[in-house]
């Protein structure tokens, strides 16, 4: 099955700095690239995801680069702030029936005021 | 209440127990999703529901017993459970459609604590 990795594990970044967390993924059959956001006691919920028909997506302060070769895709999150502090996951699936996913371990990201 | 709800949110048991965690969803999905969340580790697939048939089962031990009895309703049956059993249990639901992906949403999660 697919082994997506993840990394850093946490991240630390003043506010209006930029953070940027990285996942490689092993199965090349793989091809849709979600990427969810948890903050503390809550569930995850999608931001952004790509598809690998596609290197690169972006909707306002987030991005999501994706290197199809190398296999491995990219979060970047720009002008950081506060309330962007929780634990991000990326995750990886093939286009099946069953919408299944392989998530990364998560990033925790705190961004400091 | 919209979206996936699941019940209870915490839950402490022996190992001798016997007990369920309930998941509904209001979305009308077709699909229906297990996820063990254990500290530091990947969210884990455990289970995959489509259209009431279980379509998938991650080498889930048979502690672990899911249960769809229809497309709004996924149940986890758990009994002799381990210590390390103990984590976060999320259910998710989406709209599986052949040929594309959808995002899935997510429950609140059922914290277990196995004494």
């Known amino acids: 099955g697919e082994n997506v990795e993840q990394h850093p594990s946490t991240l630390s970044v003043q506010e209006g700095d930029s953070a940027v967390i990285k996942c490689t993924y092993s199965?090349?059959?793989?091809?849709?690239f979600p990427w969810y956001k948890q903050e503390l006691g809550k569930r995850p919920q999608l931001i952004i995801d790509?598809?690998?028909?596609?290197g690169e997506k972006k909707d306002q302060r987030i991005a999501v680069t994706l290197n199809k070769t190398a296999k491995h895709f990219s979060l970047h999150i720009t002008e950081t702030q506060p309330e962007d502090s929780a634990v991000y996951f990326c995750a990886g699936g093939g286009l099946e029936r069953f919408n299944k996913f392989y998530f990364g371990s998560g990033t925790k990201l705190n961004v400091k005021p | 209440e919209t979206g996936v709800t699941q019940t209870p949110r915490h839950l402490v048991m022996g190992m001798t127990n016997k007990k369920s965690l309930k998941c509904e969803q209001h979305?009308?999905?077709?699909?229906m999703y297990w996820y063990k969340q254990s500290a530091k580790k990947p969210l884990e697939l455990m289970f995959v529901y489509s259209l009431e048939e279980r379509v998938e089962n991650n080498s889930v031990p048979s502690r672990f017993s899911p249960e769809c009895p229809n497309s709004s309703h996924l149940f986890l049956h758990l009994h002799t459970l381990q210590p390390e059993d103990s984590a976060l249990y999320l259910c998710a639901s989406s709209q599986a459609t052949s040929g594309s992906y959808n995002e899935q949403f997510f429950g609140p999660g059922t914290r277990l604590t196995v004494l």
């Open positions: 790509i598809r690998s028909n596609v």
């Open positions: 979305l009308g999905h077709n699909a």
């Open positions: 199965d090349s059959a793989s091809n849709y």
